[in-house]
């Protein structure tokens, strides 16, 4: 060992001590933090399927690689970071004397070829993530960037340093071919020697290079310890538990989708007979109240922006973006820990539960933090303002795109949830709606008895259920198919085709009552229960004596599909509910429904967030429509799992929006962009929304939004009268 190896190994031990010592640090801090979470027993269930679905995720970059180019530049980084770890220990070794390397795997001509190959792609991979991140900069000319209000310095600094650490792995290995100490051959390191070649014979250098390597990878982890809320670098560790711990790990679509996570206190399923709220947590008022899971969801964001890039409230001028609610979530977490660790915080109370000397010796900014209401306008200093909790529609957008599986929308409407069953504070108009769940059963107050005159002038009688037993289907046809007047033209059209099809079917008629659903995404909890458990008693005894499989249930709002379907289940309700496009797309295929007359004009069809995103269905509508129209569907630029919300979901269908653009109008624009005459859809919400956007741009007689079972009708029997437009009303 020569002068300047002892001083190469002197400091990379050194800086390292250092460095280690600090990331130790970060991750006691860290884990400190994320364990004043509530407990979420669930999330320890099922360890097989949670770890397979975190390697599929990880090593196969399904999410990421939804982005394209994004996901496969970034894929190359992630190995290369993970890969080339073992470069870096090598390093230790070379600062040690420059013909060191790794004991035995060192030598191997095949770990030679492999770091290679992965240096050179993950450069490619690098370069490409930071051109990608300097053409999308929230102040380049041109509108809003996925990485407004991302904390830039820190992308940038990470990715300066994975580019830094590859070239100097290649100016290691140059020097050892500069000076005939490499033991790989040229076809398997052909960059190295290339690099080699223009370096000098330099005896020292590969020592120098190495010190350098460790020096900058150190850095790095100096700068990420002493920033634990520095999701861009943290995530690299955090997305693996965080991804393990998702919601349903076995779900294909995003954990945060389709059933809403139930209202817990201390880990367990809150029962509205017994709860007190005195004793029992009723949403969540402070960030200690999320669960741990909720979090590390906090601690994993990584700033990337793609949840705001397709968030309709974002993009229509409204002040949510999923990633700076979760940023501003992160940052009073971390801010507020030092007392809440201290045993700071309020009881349900509202009573502080530290002592005075417990609080002694905290800061003025730690305790100011503590006083913080969780939600608050500017004035009160709140974390997260009101026109940023109703913004949302959860739609599951910010969900979908997450690559490390946040769960955007249960946080919301736990925060949510504290607003209005605990404080009362919610949008005035939605308490109309509200009163009417409770007194009338339907969030527009019709009355009871008229839930079934959409039966009316139909040429055929529709059973009701307890006058006839053998039923295949019981048709539930909720509270927009029954009272709204566009939405009972597609209960009408439902009816019709499964009728003319042979199915033998059933409704409840005054037995049905609201599902629950915007009580539910409002909200208010117990209104939810309320309606679930009288719902879930009906269909039981509707059901009595079958089994699951053979308990069917067709509906042909979203929002009730995905209720029972997925929610019902938590109260007693166990159902196979199938969407109406669904049903209607296998009579088709069977040969029970026949189309006869193509639908001319041009179709294109909006994916109701309720149907596709939540609950993966796409090619059912799709089928459906490709018979009807007997050609090929125009889709819209944002369709499928990335439709765009036609605004009226998370119970926003009753309440005004009044900051910014509309999101049904900014929709309707793109479908009329389109030059189709006719705009299909599958939710009677999407269909009032974007009907009000095609009249709201004066386009209401060249444009026509129907239901994909009123343009099947059309096909199937042409001589049906359809009757002309109508406006939304409510009553028969």
């Not at 000076?179 to 223009?198: K, N, Q």
């Not at 509205?272 to 200690?288: I, L, W």
């Not at 999407?686 to 079972?709: H, P, Y």
Request: charged fraction near 20%; include cysteine.
């Amino acid at each position: 060992m020569g002068s300047v190896q002892i001083v190469t190994t002197i400091l990379a031990a050194a800086i390292t001590a250092v460095a280690v010592w600090l990331a130790v640090r970060a991750v006691v801090k860290m884990t400190a933090v994320i364990r004043l979470g509530q407990p979420a027993p669930e999330r320890f269930s099922d360890k097989g399927a949670r770890t397979k679905t975190m390697l599929v995720e990880t090593a196969g970059h399904t999410r990421m690689l939804k982005w394209g180019v994004v996901g496969a530049a970034h894929w190359f980084v992630m190995v290369g970071f993970i890969v080339l770890s073992l470069l870096v220990l090598e390093a230790y070794f070379e600062v040690v004397t420059p013909t060191g390397g790794l004991p035995i795997i060192g030598h191997w001509t095949i770990f030679g070829l492999a770091t290679e190959i992965i240096t050179v792609l993950g450069l490619i991979g690098i370069v490409v993530l930071m051109v990608i991140r300097l053409r999308n900069r929230p102040n380049r000319p041109g509108g809003r960037s996925r990485f407004t209000g991302s904390t830039m310095w820190q992308g940038y600094f990470v990715e300066w340093i994975v580019l830094l650490v590859l070239i100097f792995g290649l100016v290691i290995r140059g020097f050892k071919v500069a000076t005939d100490h490499f033991e790989y051959p040229l076809w398997a390191t052909p960059v190295s020697h290339v690099v080699g070649a223009v370096l000098p014979d330099w005896s020292d250098g590969a020592s120098i290079a190495a010190l350098i390597k460790i020096a900058i990878s150190m850095t790095w982890l100096i700068v990420i310890s002493l920033n634990v809320t520095m999701g861009v670098a943290w995530h690299r560790f955090l997305a693996f538990p965080n991804i393990f711990f998702k919601r349903e790990p076995a779900k294909p679509a995003g954990s945060g989708l389709g059933a809403l996570r139930p209202m817990t206190s201390q880990g367990k399923p809150l029962d509205f007979e017994e709860a007190d709220p005195e004793k029992d947590q009723f949403g969540v008022a402070h960030v200690e109240q999320f669960s741990w899971k909720g979090l590390l969801d906090f601690s994993t964001c990584t700033e990337c922006g793609r949840c705001q890039s397709q968030c309709p409230a974002w993009n229509t001028g409204k002040p949510l973006s999923p990633k700076l609610l979760v940023l501003s979530l992160r940052d009073h977490a971390y801010a507020k820990a030092p007392y809440l660790l201290a045993g700071g915080g309020k009881d349900l109370t509202g009573e502080e539960k530290a002592t005075q000397a417990q609080l002694a010796h905290l800061d003025v900014l730690s305790l100011a933090e503590g006083d913080k209401p969780l939600i608050g306008d500017a004035e009160s200093g709140g974390v997260i303002d009101p026109d940023v909790l109703w913004s949302c529609t959860t739609c599951g957008a910010c969900v979908e795109q997450c690559p490390v599986d946040i769960e955007h929308v249960d946080h919301i409407v736990d925060m949510r949830r504290y607003q209005v069953l605990i404080e009362s504070s919610f949008p005035s108009e939605a308490g109309v709606m509200l009163r009417n769940l409770e007194n009338k059963g339907n969030p527009w107050g019709a009355p009871q008895n008229t839930r079934e005159d959409w039966t009316k002038g139909l040429d055929f009688e529709v059973p009701r259920v307890g006058e006839v037993d053998d039923f295949e289907y019981l048709f539930w046809v909720g509270c927009a198919g029954a009272f709204e007047d566009r939405a009972k033209k597609t209960t009408r059209a439902v009816a019709t085709l499964l009728n003319e099809a042979g199915v033998k079917f059933a409704i409840l008629g005054e037995g049905e009552t609201c599902s629950g659903d915007p009580a539910r995404r409002i909200g208010n909890e117990f209104v939810f229960q309320m309606l679930a458990q009288q719902n879930v008693e009906t269909l039981n005894e509707a059901f009595e004596g079958r089994e699951k499989a053979k308990r069917k249930i067709v509906a042909t709002c979203p929002h009730c599909f995905n209720t029972l379907g997925n929610e019902y289940g938590q109260l007693g309700g166990e159902f196979e509910v199938v969407h109406h496009t669904q049903l209607l797309a296998h009579l088709v295929a069977t040969g029970k429904l026949t189309p006869v007359q193509p639908v001319d004009g041009g179709v294109t069809y909006h994916d109701p967030c309720y149907l596709g995103r939540h609950n993966r269905i796409f090619a059912a509508p799709r089928e459906v429509l490709g018979d009807a129209i007997a050609g090929d569907l125009t889709e819209m630029p944002r369709n499928s799992e990335r439709s765009f919300c036609c605004g009226a979901g998370g119970a926003r269908m009753w309440m005004e929006e009044k900051i910014g653009k509309r999101i049904n109008v900014d929709r309707v624009e793109e479908a009329m962009a389109t030059g189709a005459k006719t705009v299909a859809v599958g939710c009677p919400f999407c269909s009032t929304m974007l009907n009000d956007g095609v009249n709201g741009k004066g386009a209401g007689e060249q444009v026509e939004v129907i239901d994909v079972a009123s343009v099947l009708l059309r096909s199937v029997k042409p001589e049906q009268p359809q009757g002309g437009r109508e406006t939304a009303s409510i009553g028969g």
